[in-house]
């Protein structure tokens, strides 16, 4: 399964099904999401809002804004090759889920 670096000791852990959050290596309770929930903007920001909260203040002296680089990982997540085929299919199942997402091909 593929891991990104949200921000500091947070990192995202991912594969077609969604996202799992981890924090100093410890999976964060109640944080696994869908793609389908990611692709939702108002979700996002409060699930970036959210795992800000789990980042010590020391481990993010050098970001001027954690919710919104939280934010912008979360966004580039869904530019990902796994997100993009996860969301196409559910695209067949339900309709657009990932309108303006496909402006960069961003790849772990």
Same mark, same amino acid.
């Given at each position: 399964?593929?891991?990104?670096?949200?921000?500091?000791?947070?990192?995202?852990?991912?594969?077609?099904?969604?996202?799992?959050?981890?924090?100093?290596?410890?999976?964060?309770?109640?944080?696994?999401?869908?793609?389908?929930?990611? =692709?939702?903007?108002?979700?996002?920001? !409060?699930?970036?809002?959210? @795992?800000? #909260?789990?980042? $010590?203040? &020391? +481990?993010?002296?050098?970001?001027?804004?954690?919710?919104?680089?939280?934010?912008?990982?979360?966004?580039?997540?869904?530019?990902?090759?796994?997100?993009? =085929?996860?969301?196409?299919?559910?695209? !067949?199942?339900?309709?657009? @889920?990932? #309108?303006?997402? $496909?402006? &960069? +091909?961003?790849?772990?």
């Amino acid at each position: 399964m593929p891991k990104r670096r949200i921000i500091s000791t947070l990192e995202a852990v991912y594969d077609e099904e969604g996202v799992v959050f981890y924090c100093d290596g410890e999976a964060l309770e109640d944080m696994e999401f869908g793609w389908e929930d990611l =692709a939702d903007e108002e979700l996002r920001s !409060e699930v970036a809002e959210e @795992l800000a #909260e789990y980042v $010590e203040p &020391e +481990d993010t002296e050098d970001v001027d804004n954690p919710v919104q680089e939280i934010s912008t990982a979360l966004r580039q997540l869904l530019r990902t090759r796994v997100a993009k =085929a996860a969301l196409a299919e559910l695209e !067949e199942e339900d309709g657009d @889920l990932h #309108e303006g997402l $496909e402006d &960069e +091909d961003e790849d772990e």
